[in-house]
């Protein structure tokens, strides 16, 4: 391990002013088009969950329900107050990629130019228009490379306890960032200093070089046991909620990996990070940071060998873009105009596909690229058409007939906007919200039943179906919910208790 004397020279100061102006205009952007179209509909699942707090889910730790809960505590449960953490965290993040270009070496230029390739890229400007897991993993996973490239740069044991902190955290909203961990370790180990880890066996070994290591992990646990021992007393539900996405993946999802990480960046950013990984892979003086690039790749793999999501390994790609800065900052001297007219037309391309700039009627082009953007349209049209079934509903029979729905974006924007239309509680298998049925024993009379068009095989437990209302949203928007059936059931085919672990879905 590098001792203080070893350390490289002193780093540049921070440009605080700018970099803070274009984060500060990046979260002013991000809440003027907070409220343009709707709730996502994992935005609506986290909202209900929220309100069922626990130390887990079958697809999450509890950390980005509590900021659901959170944001419409202090906000306001609607779009906007619910996306102002996250555009919050999206400064955070533009601010972390000025931060580790520094890191690496950038002066002024070089830390403004990564603030402003971040603030144009799509993955934060969509991580920060929507709360998801992914907001507050990109913001943490960047705290952890930075803190990783400072204890590599300085040697400092001091950095070790923070770092263990920020991974302990991390565990709290994703179990992903182990991932991350193993990807950091297996470039250490390959590419140094390997001192970070492991002994070294000359001249003598200096069993104190794992106190670091060891300082990190007691400083995580608090954080991570918790979580750990939900998912193992739950018998690891998110292996299962992996597992299947996965298989809806395919061989094809995994191929696509590295272009979509270049797509959800933005293309217009692709000679920053190609700089920033020869960068690091080439300059002897860079050399202790390298284990970034190596980790970049390594955990490219895991994802393609393991059929995750191709944005996974994206903080890391942030990290090459900011490698890439400085050598740019000072080609931009002599090129200022073609250096903005870049990053502007970054800006356009990734609002139009991240951001809800478009009229909903015209998102068919941009769904594409990101289906998302359409899940966020729809949702009260969603539950005035259920209000239209449950008026068909006999009203002697109301109390004691149950709603139910497919999944959990219906059951959240039921849960949200239906008891000022009176809806009573809606239930639903989907996830966390099979852990709050089945509904009760008395609940002896009709089902409403709301599911997506298409998907008619969630009816073969009930008897005597009929369709009394559909969906519009009433743009044309080909989301998951347009079309949407609401039917009524006579009622189950069996016990509710019995009939509940047959309606569970990951």
Not at 104 to 128: E, F, K, M, Y
Not at 170 to 192: E, S
Not at 317 to 324: E, I, N, Q, V
Not at 423 to 434: D, K, R
Request: net charge positive; proline share 9%; glycine share 12%.
């Amino acid at each position: 391990m590098r001792t203080r004397g070893d350390a490289q020279p002193g780093l540049a100061p921070f440009a605080a002013g700018p970099v803070g102006g274009i984060a500060a205009a990046a979260t002013a952007l991000l809440v003027a088009l907070s409220a343009r179209y709707g709730f996502h509909r994992d935005e609506l699942y986290f909202l209900l969950a929220g309100r069922h707090l626990t130390w887990g889910y079958p697809d999450q730790p509890p950390l980005t329900p509590l900021l659901a809960r959170l944001g419409a505590q202090l906000f306001g449960a609607t779009p906007t107050g619910v996306r102002i953490l996250p555009a919050l965290l999206a400064a955070a993040s533009i601010t972390l990629t000025a931060l580790i270009a520094r890191e690496l070496g950038a002066g002024r230029g070089g830390q403004v130019l990564a603030a402003g390739a971040a603030a144009c890229s799509g993955d934060v400007l969509g991580n920060g228009h929507l709360l998801s897991t992914a907001t507050f993993d990109l913001t943490a996973w960047l705290t952890i490379i930075l803190l990783t490239l400072r204890l590599s740069r300085t040697g400092e044991a001091r950095w070790w306890p923070l770092l263990g902190v920020t991974v302990g955290i991390a565990m709290l909203n994703k179990l992903l960032v182990l991932g991350l961990l193993a990807a950091l370790a297996a470039g250490t180990l390959a590419a140094g200093p390997r001192g970070l880890l492991v002994p070294r066996p000359r001249p003598r070994p200096r069993p104190r070089a794992l106190l670091g290591p060891l300082t990190a992990l007691l400083a995580a646990l608090p954080f991570a046991l918790p979580v750990l021992w939900w998912q193992a007393a739950h018998g690891w539900p998110e292996l299962t909620v992996a597992q299947g996405i996965s298989a809806t993946g395919g061989a094809g999802g995994r191929l696509l990996v590295v272009p979509l990480q270049v797509l959800q960046l933005s293309p217009l950013l692709v000679p920053l990070w190609l700089t920033g990984l020869s960068r690091l892979l080439r300059r002897p003086e860079l050399r202790w940071a390298r284990p970034i690039a190596v980790a970049w790749v390594v955990l490219c793999v895991l994802v393609m060998a393991g059929g995750g999501k191709a944005y996974y390994p994206s903080p890391l790609l942030y990290a090459l873009t900011a490698a890439g800065c400085e050598p740019y900052a000072h080609w931009a001297r002599d090129h200022r105009a073609k250096l903005v007219g870049g990053l502007l037309a970054a800006l356009l391309t990734s609002a139009l596909a991240a951001l809800p700039v478009l009229p909903a009627s015209a998102l068919a082009v941009p769904m594409k690229v990101d289906p998302d953007l359409g899940e966020e349209v729809g949702w009260p049209e969603l539950v005035h058409a259920t209000a239209t079934g449950w008026a068909a509903v006999p009203a002697g029979q109301r109390a004691t007939a149950v709603l139910l729905t497919a999944n959990y974006g219906e059951a959240g924007a039921l849960a949200l906007y239906g008891p000022a239309l009176g809806l009573p509680t809606p239930y639903s298998g989907h996830m966390g919200l099979y852990a709050w049925g089945p509904p009760p024993a008395t609940a002896t009379g009709p089902v409403l039943l709301v599911h997506p068009a298409g998907y008619a095989e969630v009816e073969e437990h009930f008897t005597d179906c009929h369709v009394v209302a559909r969906v519009d949203n009433g743009h044309g928007t080909a989301n998951q919910e347009q079309h949407a059936a609401v039917v009524l059931c006579a009622g189950p085919d069996r016990a509710w208790a019995a009939l509940w672990p047959l309606l569970r879905r990951y």
